[in-house]
């Protein structure tokens, strides 16, 4: 509830979106002329997760790069979309639920691929996933269970800046134990710490799995490290977790497979760390959906998916995708080279709240009220959990979600009409 | 408006079995008459009943989403085309949110409850039945491994029934259902369960919860009483744990689920054996209790379960896929694909032991027909289980094909030559769940029932006949015209109405900030499209 003290500013609840953990406990310190004073609880990232939202916004629709009234740029990116023959819809993980859910709708319509930023950003464990199944736990769980925490491959000091704070990390009574290739902000709060060659986590897997199983193990490179005493630890909690960020499929099927050999032996649970604040949002729905997390093609009326065929990168760099929809996210920023190159000579609408380099190049950039600061929402924190994103102040624009409804409606009415 | 003429109307809730006889609807709402220039269906030679209602379903939240994740080779196969009515999907065990819809409405069912929502993920459940069109959904929130409700039951029991109303309210839910209370803590603490009432767990007991909880849902005078998922689930010798538990409810209200997966008898870790016969006579002197079957049918399933250790166990015999997810403070869930084999002894026992339980029930009002889907197999093979209790030669041939030694174990070879009604399946299908569920406006047919009505052509193959209606009335509106999806929309979540001291909260609040990683204030759903459109039912002592 807001607290009012006329002799002050607005106190009021807020939710940050700034990574995964999508914190709750925020306070939005709202001055008399509705802008932002200050923020409550933040992190680094959340402050600037806030600070791009707030800023200065760029023109609520630009065409061709030109400032332009919004419903010129809806018509313009309906007629892009419209006449595209393979369109790409892009993005996802920094929306809300329902921006999502118009998106796959708006996919479905124009026939398009559909793939979250997600498998890009976060590593890949969708097709570890579907060969093994997984054994994973909310936050709280991880908090108040979880007597082992080994951190793989990830950098949450860096990049999840409250996880341990929220996780009660570190704490005597329970162990944490960071693997990765360098010692990071991270490596330096851990108990123990494992300088793991960027290359070799297929084979460290692998040999915990043999050392957990109690299998006899070929002593190969690896073992110089001392795994012996990590699988011992692993083996003797009651209850353990891995927070991770795997890159690559193999890896991910090296995980998930030590996991569920572990799961025989003791509980353990294993939560991927991803960025973006509705990552897992944009997995669920388009799996509710379609059946499908990611990379999903509606070219043939009805969905397919294949990871790998049909993800962005790759549906770019083949040259396949002739226009794009890119839904808060900044592609061009973070795509490989070629599918960066790609990108830029198809026609882009871009929808976003933030003045992105996407947005920048854009045929049609739409800006929007921002998920979380302008308009509340609804997104899935990386646990999966369902998070309330608050809106602490006002804003005239419209939505993520109102401008890919409205696109919709236009596409629909397109159809619709008489040639 | 519309008139539903001289079709064979089975409404067993208003004494109807098959009396040629119109059918009116008007806004929505069965009414006594309309007037001579109203639409008309000619229902000559057809079979009219209410719409299905469908008691204990898996259909949304974030398990039914993780398993149709899981399972892209079922989806591949099983495709639903973009059309100017329907949006696209994929099918299988686990179907899409829209071909969820789709498909229970072609099957007749227009009211479906999804019987398993951890509270803490109701907003995900939510948008999940938002994408199920048509029918009309309500769901039960998980409470039998609720850590601050444990709290509650240890030091402030009075409290129970004001926090499970609060819960009810902050999530839109339902009703209230245990899944192996107790067990699923210690599954989540280091791989434990339970394996009586009255093991110890976070000090307190099995029959503690059960006790406590289906009295606090009993005093609330909830609509549908607690919704039971025993301890020991598919465990050889389980039928003694759930007698335990009948006695532990007895004299208050409460709805087994699944119940053919607590029947066994034998000793744990041997080989089960039918226990059905000790079952059904018991649920038939109890007129207090009921249960739905949860029927195993041969072929593809997918279990998914608040009950993780039981997954656990079902991973070790398939040695396939497995998801196990823990849910702060409240549950658990697991996940294992599954095909039931009819030469594998212990499927065919429990496919056996189910057509028991039908076949020796007493009361069809308090015996109703359920898969479990799609646990014991998908809701689409309703058709075939209807045609095994109709039609005892179809059965026989079917018990010959089934593993030998298993029918054995059961009565079925022993003179069971009971073939359901048509008025009988109209109760197992459609009158007994609502009247269970306590849905005063579904499930029947007399004047200010909901316009909810299944047609279906009078046909010798019952399975045909019922896995293929040729209208259904969703609400007043022609869904299905013959035999063909015309129309979608959204369908109505059905909440509960149930008052609380506000008092609780501040109660609350402190559990919250103790145990949970989302704030307090983040916890109840407030998002309208999420809770609209709604309809509430109060709570109200049963008649």
């Known amino acids: ?419 | 408006m519309l008139r539903i003429a001289s079709g064979s109307v089975y409404d067993p809730a208003n004494g109807v079995a098959g009396e040629v006889r119109d059918v009116c609807l008007s806004e929505g709402k069965v009414v006594d008459d309309v007037p001579a220039h109203a639409a008309r269906i000619d229902a000559r030679g057809m079979v009219v009943m209410p719409g299905g209602v469908d008691i204990h379903a898996h259909i949304a939240g974030p398990k039914v989403n993780a398993a149709r994740r899981l399972a892209p080779e079922e989806h591949r196969g099983d495709v639903v085309d973009r059309s100017a009515v329907l949006r696209s999907g994929t099918g299988g065990t686990v179907p899409s949110t829209f071909v969820t819809g789709y498909r229970y409405a072609l099957l007749g069912y227009t009211t479906v409850v999804e019987a398993a929502t951890p509270p803490l993920a109701a907003r995900h459940v939510l948008a999940e039945l938002r994408d199920t069109p048509i029918i009309d959904a309500a769901f039960l929130l998980l409470m039998g491994n609720n850590l601050a409700l444990f709290d509650l039951i240890r030091r402030d029991t009075a409290r129970v029934r004001d926090a499970i109303a609060w819960w009810l309210e902050a999530t839109g839910g339902y009703g209230v259902k245990l899944v192996n209370p107790g067990g699923v803590e210690l599954w989540k603490r280091a791989n434990g369960n339970v394996t009586s009432l009255d093991d110890e767990v976070a000090g307190v007991t099995p029959r503690r919860v059960i006790d406590a909880i289906a009295g606090a849902v009993h005093e609330l005078g909830l609509p549908h009483p607690v919704h039971v998922h025993c301890n020991n689930l598919g465990v050889a010798g389980n039928w003694r744990t759930t007698l335990d538990t009948l006695h532990t409810l007895e004299g208050r209200r409460a709805h087994l689920a699944h119940i053919q997966f607590h029947a066994y008898g034998g000793r744990p870790g041997g080989r089960p054996r039918s226990r059905a016969p000790a079952i059904a006579e018991y649920l038939g002197a109890h007129p207090e209790l009921s249960a739905d079957v949860g029927q195993v049918m041969f072929g593809p399933a997918t279990t998914m379960t608040a009950d993780a250790p039981v997954s656990a166990m079902l991973r070790d015999v398939t040695g396939g896929k497995w998801v196990n997810a823990d849910t702060e403070v409240e549950t658990g869930c697991g996940i294992v694909p599954f095909t039931y084999r009819e030469r594998n002894y212990v499927h065919a026992l429990q496919w056996g032991i189910g057509l028991e339980l039908f076949l020796l029930s007493r009361d069809p009002w308090r015996l109703v027909l359920s898969t479990d889907h799609p646990n014991g197999g998908s809701f689409l093979s309703y058709p075939r289980l209807i045609r095994l209790l109709m039609d005892r030669d179809f059965r026989n041939e079917q018990l010959r094909r089934a593993n030998k030694r298993a029918i054995r174990s059961t009565v079925l070879l022993d003179d069971l030559e009971r073939e359901y009604t048509l008025e009988e399946i109209a109760i197992v299908t459609r009158a007994g769940p609502a009247r269970l569920l306590g849905l005063r406006d579904k499930g029947h047919l007399g004047a200010g029932a909901d316009a909810d009505v299944t047609i279906y052509d009078e046909r010798a193959d019952r399975e045909e006949m019922f896995a293929t209606p040729r209208h259904v009335i969703k609400g007043g509106r022609a869904v299905v015209r013959d035999g063909e999806l015309v129309e979608t929309f959204a369908g109505e979540l059905l909440r509960v109405t149930a008052p609380y001291d506000p008092a609780v909260e501040e109660v609350l609040r402190a559990q919250f900030e103790e145990r949970y990683s989302v704030q307090f204030e983040s916890y109840p759903v407030r998002e309208q499209w999420l809770l609209e459109p709604a309809r509430r039912i109060p709570v109200g002592r049963p008649a």
Do not use: K
């Open chain 1, 1 to 419: 509830m807001p607290s009012h003290d006329p002799a002050g500013p607005l106190a009021r609840s807020a939710t940050c979106g700034g990574c995964g953990l999508v914190c709750d406990d925020i306070t939005a310190v709202v001055g008399e002329r509705g802008g932002l004073e200050r923020l409550i609880h933040t992190c680094s990232l959340g402050d600037a997760w806030f600070a791009e939202r707030v800023a200065p916004a760029p023109p609520i629709a630009r065409v061709d790069g030109r400032e332009a009234g919004l419903d010129r740029a809806l018509d313009e990116a309906g007629a892009i979309l419209a006449a595209a023959r393979a369109p790409l819809v892009y993005g996802l993980g920094q929306t809300t639920c329902e921006a999502q859910r118009a998106a796959v709708a708006l996919a479905e319509a124009i026939g398009a691929v559909i793939d979250p930023a997600g498998p890009l950003l976060d590593g890949a464990s969708g097709l570890a996933y579907q060969t093994l199944g997984a054994s994973t736990a909310t936050l709280g769980d991880v908090r108040d269970r979880a007597e082992v925490v080994v951190v793989w491959r990830a950098d949450p000091v860096a990049t999840h800046p409250r996880l341990f704070e929220r996780l009660r990390l570190p704490d005597p009574d329970r162990e944490l134990v960071v693997v990765d290739e360098r010692q990071t902000a991270t490596a330096a709060r851990a108990d123990a710490f494992l300088e793991l060659p960027a290359d070799r986590d297929v084979e460290a897997l692998w040999t915990l799995r043999a050392l957990v199983g109690e299998a006899p193990v070929a002593r190969g490179a690896a073992v110089e490290l001392p795994l012996d005493e990590l699988a011992a630890r692993l083996r003797a909690c009651r209850n353990g977790a891995i927070l991770h960020r795997v890159r690559g499929h193999v890896e991910a099927l090296a995980l998930h497979a030590l996991v569920r050999d572990l799961c025989r032996v003791t509980h353990v649970v294993a939560v991927m760390l991803r960025r973006e604040a509705n990552a897992a949002g944009a997995e669920d729905v388009l799996a509710w959906q379609t059946g499908y997390p990611a990379a999903v093609s509606f070219a043939r009326g009805h969905p397919r998916a294949s990871p790998g065929e049909l993800s962005a990168a790759t549906v770019l760099e083949r040259g396949e995708a002739d226009a794009a929809l890119v839904v808060g996210s900044d592609p061009l920023e973070h795509l490989p080279p070629a599918a960066a190159e790609r990108l830029r000579a198809i026609p882009v609408v871009s929808v976003d709240p933030r003045d992105t380099a996407t947005a920048a190049a854009a045929h049609v950039a739409i800006a929007t009220a921002a998920a979380g600061v302008h308009r509340p929402g609804v997104v899935h924190r990386l646990d999966g959990v369902p998070v309330p994103l608050r809106a602490p102040l006002a804003s005239s624009r419209p939505s993520d979600d109102d401008v890919l409804w409205s696109i919709a409606e236009r596409l629909a009415r397109r159809r619709e009409a008489p040639a």
